[in-house]
C-alpha cells in the first residue's frame, strides 16, 4: 500500500460532498475534489476554499478545481493532474449531482440532457477512468451517491430519479467487472439530508418528503458521509455491487 492513499471527490465543495471530504481526511490521504458553478463563482471558489481549510484542520491534504463533470474532456484533465501528482487513485467518490424537477409531461429536453449529464453520465466518466488505474494498482474502491428516488421513483423528478436508478445500474455492472481486480463499486442512496439541494424545496414538497421518514426528520450530511467512509474503507472489502440506504426509514 502507498504512504498516502489518494481520494477524489465529484461536487466537494458544499452539502453531502464537503462532509464525504472531512469524513475521508486523515494523514494518511490526499484529497481532490472539484465543484463547477458558472452562474456564482466567487462564492463556489469561496465554498471549495473552506473545504481545502476544513480538510487541512485535520491534517489531511485538499486539492479543488472547477471541472465540470459533465465535460468528458475537463474531467479528462483532471484525473491527469492527480495521476501526474500523486501516481494512482485509490478512492473515488461519484457525488456531484444537480436537480432540474418538473412534471414529466412539462419536462424540456434540456432539463433531461443536464441532469443525465452529470448525474450519471459524469460518474461513467469518472469510474472509467479511475477504473484504468484501480485496475492495474489491483485495488480501488468506488462509492456513488445514488438516491431513494432512484429506486422509488418520484413525481416531479423523472430525470433525477433516472439519473440515480442509472447510477445504481452503473454501480452493480462495475461491480462485477472491477471485482477480480480487487476494485469494489458500491452506492449510498440517500434519503432526505439537509443540504442546499433540499433547502431548495418549497415547504409543501418538503413536509412532503419528510412525512414519509419514520424517524421523523431529514439526515445530515454527516449521517450519509459515514456510510460512504465505510464503504471506501479496508472493513469493506468483501462488499461490493451493493445499495446502502440511508434514509431514515423513508423506504425499506
Ligand atoms: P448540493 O449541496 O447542491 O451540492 C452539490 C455539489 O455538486 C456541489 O459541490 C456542486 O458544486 C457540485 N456540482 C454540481 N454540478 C456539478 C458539475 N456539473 N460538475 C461538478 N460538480 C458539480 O447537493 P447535495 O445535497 O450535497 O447532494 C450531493 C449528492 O447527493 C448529489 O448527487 C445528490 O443527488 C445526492 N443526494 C442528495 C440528497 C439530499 O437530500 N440532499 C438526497 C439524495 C441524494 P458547486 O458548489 O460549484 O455548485
Redesign the pocket.
Known amino acids: 500500500m502507498p504512504d498516502k492513499r489518494t481520494v477524489v471527490v465529484?461536487?466537494?465543495?458544499?452539502?453531502?460532498?464537503r462532509s464525504i471530504c472531512l469524513f475521508l481526511a486523515n494523514p494518511d490521504t490526499q484529497i481532490y475534489f472539484?465543484?463547477?458553478?458558472p452562474s456564482n463563482p466567487e462564492a463556489?471558489k469561496a465554498?471549495a476554499a473552506e473545504t481545502e481549510k476544513l480538510v487541512a484542520d485535520l491534517r489531511s491534504s485538499a486539492a479543488s478545481m472547477s471541472?465540470?463533470?459533465?465535460d468528458a474532456k475537463e474531467v479528462e484533465a483532471f484525473f491527469e493532474k492527480i495521476v501526474g501528482e500523486t501516481g494512482r487513485i485509490d478512492i473515488l467518490v461519484n457525488?456531484?449531482?444537480?436537480t432540474k424537477d418538473g412534471l414529466l409531461v412539462r419536462m424540456n429536453e434540456n432539463d433531461w440532457n443536464m441532469v443525465l449529464n452529470?448525474?450519471l453520465k459524469?460518474a461513467f466518466t469518472c469510474t472509467r477512468l479511475a477504473a484504468k488505474i484501480m485496475m492495474k494498482q489491483r485495488y480501488g474502491r468506488i462509492v456513488n451517491?445514488a438516491?431513494?428516488v432512484g429506486v422509488s421513483g418520484n413525481p416531479g423528478q423523472a430525470n433525477y430519479s433516472a439519473s440515480k436508478a442509472g447510477l445504481i445500474g452503473l454501480t452493480k455492472t462495475a461491480a462485477k467487472e472491477l471485482a477480480a481486480r480487487n476494485v469494489t463499486v458500491n452506492a449510498v442512496a440517500?434519503?432526505?439530508?439537509e443540504?442546499?439541494?433540499?433547502a431548495a424545496l418549497s415547504e409543501k414538497a418538503r413536509n412532503a418528503m419528510l412525512s414519509q421518514v419514520p424517524m421523523g426528520r431529514g439526515g445530515q450530511?454527516e449521517d450519509v458521509a459515514a456510510a460512504v467512509k465505510f464503504l471506501a474503507s479496508d472493513d469493506a472489502a468483501y462488499i461490493t455491487g451493493q445499495v446502502i440506504h440511508v434514509n431514515g426509514g423513508m423506504y425499506m
Open positions: 465529484t461536487g466537494g465543495s458544499r452539502g453531502i460532498g472539484n465543484y463547477f458553478s463556489e465554498a471541472v465540470d463533470v459533465a457525488n456531484a449531482g444537480i452529470i448525474n459524469g451517491i438516491s431513494v440517500p434519503g432526505f439530508i443540504t442546499d439541494m433540499t450530511p
